[in-house]
């Protein structure tokens, strides 16, 4: 399922291939780096940038000997090098490598992942101004409110995901840090701006201060950020699915012809797309508190963080990639019914309009806030029992129809009044963009 939406090469990001890739591409700019500073002779960083490669089968074998996947990786890298490798990881310790290789494999994963944010920006603007004035009823508590249009909620969601990718690209830029500081982050072997020249050929800063790994507040920083994307994401999901409800059908999830939606019932047309998204998210979100666990490690590092990182890691950015793509094509592709909204938004004989009913009543200036709202209410409450039109109600009401004329009568049941403000809204989420659609 997840493969469909995912694209090939962000698991090929997280694959052991590709992890041990980066581990070499990280030593050959060590050693080249070194080379220049004339800790390493010229010739071995030649030879090494040559014949460095290794075989997967063979780290494995040997790790299975050793216990240790650095020691695994070098010593076939080795083999394949010869005399020359003695000066492969000179310097270095193992987090040297990982982390910085790590860094490199996030690096790549967050292009992915922000040009995913970018997508459902862009197809969130779209609809929105496709719908920015069509009129549907608010709800709060799930209960009709007053008026909106949909273009308003989708434009709502999109200032939302515009933060989220400000957020994501924060979060990214704290993580395309490396480290070269040794064994305890004292730089004992190689001197500080060795491993900023070391980064800079890998395209990334160095760490200011580290231990013998990278502090991993980045980490959790990095993973809650995917959270409260995928938490974003979910809040679309619950909505569609509300509007989706057969007592509401204001908007549902694409159903092509062949789709079948209950073994049992052939009427289903269920949200199984906003239901996946909705799981998924709780994944994503379990995983940002185990990266808050492993900001604490004892003394200068253990490898506690380790074999978590192997998980969340590759599991939230895979799920991130997942859960964009099939969030962007569920609004791409969203059925929406303007006639039901305004179905529904007139369904109650106007109610959602007690409350500018109730602002008029007050500006006549004969009643106090308290009579008017009592007097409103009264109305609102025998039309909700009684299943009575609330407008005929107060038109006929004499306390209402004394202070308030005909035309007033009229105009606090505008709708073209209640969301006289839309243009200027939008113009505040999409600025100038608002122009070029009218």
């Not at 493969?3 to 050959?28: C, D, H």
């Not at 809040?235 to 159903?255: G, P």
């Not at 991130?320 to 006639?339: C, Q, R, S």
């Not at 709708?415 to 839309?422: I, T, Y």
Request: neutral net charge; aromatic residues 6%; charged residues 30%.
């Amino acid at each position: 399922m997840i493969a469909r939406y995912t694209r090939p090469e962000m698991g090929r990001i997280w694959s052991e291939e590709n992890k041990f890739r980066q581990w070499l591409a990280v030593e050959v700019a060590a050693t080249e780096t070194l080379a220049k500073a004339g800790l390493v002779p010229e010739q071995a960083a030649k030879t090494i940038r040559q014949k460095a490669d290794f075989d997967l089968g063979r780290i494995q074998q040997i790790e299975a000997e050793v216990k240790h996947d650095v020691i695994a990786f070098t010593t076939a890298v080795a083999e394949k090098i010869g005399p020359e490798s003695r000066w492969l990881h000179f310097g270095l310790t193992s987090n040297d490598v990982v982390d910085t290789a790590q860094a490199l494999q996030v690096r790549a994963a967050s292009e992915i992942i922000r040009e995913d944010l970018q997508r459902l920006r862009d197809v969130l603007r779209r609809r929105a101004f496709e719908f920015q004035h069509t009129p549907m009823v608010g709800r709060t508590h799930g209960m009709h409110a007053e008026p909106i249009t949909f273009g308003l909620k989708l434009a709502n969601w999109y200032a939302e995901i515009v933060r989220g990718l400000a957020r994501f690209e924060r979060a990214a830029e704290e993580m395309r840090v490396g480290k070269f500081s040794g064994a305890v982050g004292t730089f004992a072997h190689l001197d500080p701006e060795l491993e900023e020249k070391i980064c800079a050929r890998l395209g990334l800063e160095a760490a200011p201060i580290s231990s013998q790994v990278i502090q991993r507040d980045r980490h959790a920083n990095y993973l809650a950020t995917l959270a409260v994307i995928a938490s974003s994401l979910e809040k679309i999901a619950v909505e569609i699915r509300h509007l989706q409800r057969t007592e509401v059908r204001e908007a549902e999830e694409y159903f092509s012809a062949k789709q079948k939606g209950s073994s049992a019932m052939p009427h289903k047309r269920n949200p199984v797309t906003c239901e996946q998204i909705g799981g998924l998210a709780r994944v994503v979100r379990s995983n940002a508190q185990a990266a808050l666990e492993n900001v604490a490690l004892w003394h200068e590092r253990d490898i506690s963080h380790s074999s978590v990182e192997r998980i969340i890691l590759p599991d939230s950015t895979i799920l991130a990639d997942y859960l964009l793509a099939k969030t962007a094509n569920l609004i791409d592709t969203l059925v929406v019914y303007p006639e039901r909204m305004k179905r529904n938004l007139e369904s109650t004989g106007g109610l959602v309009f007690s409350g500018q009913l109730l602002l008029d009543l007050v500006e006549s200036g004969t009643l106090s806030r308290e009579d008017a709202y009592r007097i409103v209410q009264r109305n609102a409450m025998q039309a909700w029992q009684n299943g009575g039109n609330f407008r005929e109600l107060v038109q006929a009401d004499p306390e209402i129809a004394s202070r308030v004329s005909r035309q007033q009568m009229e105009r606090a049941f505008d709708l073209r009044r209640q969301l006289r403000n839309v243009d200027k809204i939008f113009a505040r989420v999409f600025g100038e963009e608002v122009r070029s659609e009218k």
